[in-house]
């Protein structure tokens, strides 16, 4: 088989493979007005090649950018196959960034050909489309609300789809030399990065490395055309393309696209996918939704859940410790199983779940401890963009909750004497698109790319991430400090939705807390404490007393562990607005964006440094620009509990 | 520029046509208390027609005589040509007439796929029996009904709440389930009762977008009461004002601005 494969260095030519050997199989399932709706692999490559052809007929010449934007849709998918057929380049964008947000990208790659879901898609690539001359095509998915568009530029998938499937008829043999025309090296994806520190940049990855980076991950996890992917993360993000699109072209298994974000848990049930990838935030929001439904529950529910938890976890961390468990935690874990564990296994929609990564950014240990006692396989993964995403992942049986796991089959490893973690893999980036100079910047002559990540490789031989680089700074005092492992536990709590901690070259370490508004709000329901909305709510003394309440059980946890002893938090505020991607206080995919946040809120900053109770801080209005309102944000201070060995000594 | 000024600037799909209903000289009585005197308009196909006034101004009363509920005790209404004499709601059903309700009137106990499944009922053509015994006729037709409920359930965008009892819903998704279920039907005109009284602005605009979204898609003609002036203004291509019973304004919404009654009304001015 390997010789086989060795030939098939690009995606089409996977596509054909998959069409011939597994023609009647899944290739995609889509839910669409309540029915499951499957695409067999010869459907999709039918789909992709009337597609190519209609595409070709409209001028899509070779190594081209075809921006891709929507949410996951078998359609999308065929557009994706069909760009590549023609050895075009797929740029995937957000489909929530702004028009603003897309003429960047747009411009920069020089799109010719742009496939649009919906009407809110094509509005805003319409405003913007003075700006972006090169634009010649914009095909959109789905119709309504389209009747009255008139721009010469629109065409509607069905439309192309048919004069395809007509240009199609008369020339396959000529389009399937065009997919074999195709070389593993050329460009297959432009993926513009989130970019939590700059702008986005371009990043250029190739045919070949990202189906080598599939392999690998194939050959860990024993994937193959059985398994069953979900399709919910933004295609945008390198992640999901690679587990929604690369992985499937290499192993053929089936993606199903959910119906809507809102259905996701419901339709993971129905399909029962084996194979799942998710970020951490994915991960906590529905940690915390099984925490609150829970509370809503009766006592003895609550009783039970409790008691076979505390064994579940018990047993799952002398595991990850590499210990059995005891006898008696083991005859309880039967029970538990057939109690708590399954039922909620199947709650979630995970019973059949063979292989769950979390990926994208670090994990709270809590976390992923959570999925484990329930008996899902959750690991970590590490990798970046550039580095085709997979770097680092935790190996079954060696899952250690504060490492990323050991390197991926290929990967090097390396750190500079400021422990940044330094990658050479064949999964690398090509460059970054129309970029030299930060190419030549981020990787050097031997090929080891600067990943700005701060790390180091444990005696297990086990990668661990510190933190970003630039945030990696140290206390007054001289002690190592990195905000983000102290965040990660602020965030697993369910009224915690996001924290942003400072330190670095401070005497303390201060909070700034944004709550979970729906869990509070509950909380404050339960007890009748009547609010009018998220900003009332965050400046209720009550809840300032709850979320002190529950940063005071963090900074036990934190003081019980020698590295982090330094990290409680001494002071804290709530933030008076949510956190959100719209006001560009988080990246696309959730991370905080660290420069901006500290911008906007300075005023708040150095009042938990310099002693006030209480700041007027500057809200964004309704428009989205700061400085229409303010309000009075008061500031706490925690309790502290003693590090582990001086209350020993005490 | 906002949705529905883009919407309105850009062609329509169904152009507005001629009277689809006329009502004239209508009167309507409680005893001694006129709550509708002497009034008449019409209300052309395709178009999206609104009723507005002050509290008690007879809003409400006006749509239940459309609808069958009341019987006025003087005046005639056209529909579609043909002269309406002894209307029930069950006949207005038959004709072509849905509704929402100011109190939402959903069946709380079920869930939202059922409620609209029920809006569905009308198009039945099998007989009790045949449903009883899940004959081969029942059968097709609940496969039928099934299918226009979940185009409506998309077009509403209430994919994720299909199984969801409705009682559990928050406000502004059960007008929206109340209008799917109108929407099942399939009516020839679309009588809602205050569809944005008591939302958000948020839930206001949604609302906005689905009732224009309506009468592009599916052409139907609407006539709405609402409170709410500034919705109005957006929504609607004309506009019947009625202060205590009487008509006091009738035309496009800036030709309803200007007038002065219509000022007066919704001011205050001593009578």
Request: glycine share 8%; hydrophobic share 40%; aromatic share 6%.
């Amino acid at each position: 088989m390997a010789s086989d494969d060795a030939d098939l260095d690009t995606f089409p030519k996977l596509l054909l493979r998959h069409a011939r050997l597994r023609g009647e199989r899944p290739a995609m399932r889509e839910k669409n007005r309540g029915i499951w709706r499957t695409t067999t692999w010869r459907a999709m490559a039918d789909e992709a090649v009337a597609l190519a052809a209609a595409l070709a007929e409209r001028g899509l010449p070779r190594g081209a950018h075809v921006v891709l934007v929507g949410d996951n849709r078998p359609r999308l998918y065929s557009a994706m196959s069909a760009v590549h057929w023609l050895g075009a380049i797929a740029t995937p964008l957000f489909a929530d960034a702004t028009a603003e947000e897309m003429a960047g990208p747009i411009q920069s790659a020089e799109a010719t050909h742009v496939f649009a879901e919906n009407q809110e898609q094509v509005d805003k690539l319409l405003q913007i489309l003075p700006r972006c001359p090169t634009v010649r095509c914009i095909v959109y998915d789905q119709d309504r609300g389209m009747r009255h568009y008139r721009q010469p530029q629109l065409v509607s998938y069905a439309d192309l789809l048919r004069q395809g499937r007509e240009l199609a008829a008369a020339r396959r043999p000529a389009l399937e030399e065009e997919a074999a025309r195709g070389k593993g090296n050329d460009p297959a994806f432009l993926f513009f990065t989130s970019g939590t520190t700059g702008p986005a940049k371009g990043v250029v990855l190739s045919h070949a490395s990202l189906i080598d980076r599939a392999k690998v991950a194939a050959a860990a996890e024993g994937l193959n055309d059985n398994d069953v992917a979900m399709a919910y993360l933004p295609p945008g993000w390198i992640g999901q393309c690679l587990f929604s699109y690369v992985q499937p072209m290499v192993v053929g298994y089936c993606v199903c696209c959910p119906e809507s974000s809102e259905t996701l848990l419901a339709d993971m049930r129905e399909m029962g996918p084996t194979c799942f990838l998710a970020t951490p935030r994915v991960l906590q929001a529905l940690l915390a939704q099984v925490t609150l439904r829970l509370e809503d529950s009766g006592g003895f529910n609550q009783a039970l859940y409790r008691r076979y938890m505390a064994v579940a976890r018990r047993a799952s961390a002398r595991a990850l410790a590499g210990q059995a468990a005891s006898l008696g935690d083991r005859i309880q874990s039967v029970v538990g199983n057939l109690l708590i564990y399954g039922p909620l296994r199947d709650v979630l929609g995970m019973s059949r779940i063979r292989v769950a990564y979390s990926a994208g950014d670090s994990i709270a240990g809590d976390v992923l401890l959570f999925f484990r006692a329930l008996g899902i396989n959750l690991k970590q993964l590490y990798g970046s963009t550039e580095t085709g995403f997979f770097v680092a992942m935790q190996r079954n049986g060696a899952v250690r909750p504060d490492s990323v796991g050991s390197a991926a089959d290929g990967v090097e490893l390396s750190f500079t004497p400021e422990r940044e973690i330094l990658v050479r893999s064949p999964g690398m980036f090509r460059e970054y698109h129309r970029d030299p100079e930060r190419t030549t910047q981020a990787r050097n002559a031997d090929g080891w790319f600067r990943t700005g990540d701060a790390g180091y490789l444990g005696e297990d031989g086990q990668l661990r991430i510190i933190d970003r680089m630039p945030y990696v700074g140290a206390l007054n005092d001289g002690t190592l400090h990195a905000p983000k492992p102290i965040e990660n536990r602020l965030r697993s709590d369910p009224y915690i939705r996001e924290a942003v901690v400072y330190g670095d070259k401070r005497d303390t370490v201060c909070a700034l807390i944004d709550i979970d508004a729906e869990a509070v709000g509950r909380w404050a329901d339960r007890q009748a404490i009547s609010y009018t909305g998220r900003a009332d709510l965050a400046s209720r003394e009550e809840v300032q007393g709850l979320i002190a309440e529950r940063i005071a059980k963090v900074n036990e946890a934190l003081a019980r562990e020698p590295a982090l002893a330094k990290g409680a938090i001494r002071r804290f505020a709530i933030l008076p607005a949510e956190l959100s991607a719209a006001d560009g206080l988080l990246t696309r995919t959730g991370k905080l964006r660290r420069g901006v946040i500290a911008e906007r809120y300075r005023m708040l900053v150095d009042a938990l440094y310099d002693g006030r109770t209480e700041v007027a801080v500057e809200t964004a209005g309704d428009d989205g620009h700061a400085g229409n309102a303010s309000s009075v944000v008061k500031i706490r201070d925690v309790r502290i509990a003693a590090p582990a060995q001086a209350r020993r000594a005490a | 520029m906002t949705v529905t000024q883009s919407l309105q600037a850009s062609e329509r799909a169904f152009a507005v046509g001629g009277p689809i209903l006329e009502l004239e000289s209508i009167s309507l009585r409680f005893g001694g208390v006129h709550a509708l005197t002497n009034i008449s308009f019409n209300v052309l196909e395709h178009e999206v027609r609104a009723i507005i006034g002050p509290n008690g101004a007879g809003k409400s009363s006006m749509l239940n005589v459309i609808n069958g509920i009341y019987q006025p005790q003087e005046g005639s209404i056209t529909f579609a040509g043909q002269r309406l004499a002894g209307m029930t709601p069950t006949k207005a059903a038959h004709l072509g007439f849905s509704r929402t309700f100011q109190n939402i009137a959903l069946y709380r106990g079920m869930s939202v796929l059922d409620n609209i499944m029920a809006g569905c009922t009308l198009q039945t053509r099998a007989s009790f029996l045949e449903v009883a015994l899940q004959l081969p006729r029942a059968r097709r037709e609940e496969t039928e009904q099934r299918e226009a409920a979940e185009e409506i359930i998309e077009f509403l965008q209430i994919e994720h709440i299909r199984k969801t009892q409705v009682s559990r819903l928050p406000y502004g998704l059960q007008k929206r389930v109340e209008l799917g279920r109108a929407l099942a039907a399939r009516p020839k005109i679309l009588l809602l009762d205050e569809p944005m009284a008591g939302m958000n602005i948020e839930e206001k605009q949604d609302m906005c977008r689905f009732i224009l979204d309506v009468n592009d898609h599916y052409g139907t003609t609407v006539v709405l009461i609402e409170h709410d002036m500034g919705v109005v203004m957006d929504l609607s291509d004309r506009v019947v004002v009625l202060d205590y019973g009487k008509k006091i304004g009738d035309g496009t919404p800036d030709e309803v601005r200007s007038n002065q009654d219509v000022i007066d009304a919704y001011l205050g001015v001593a009578h």
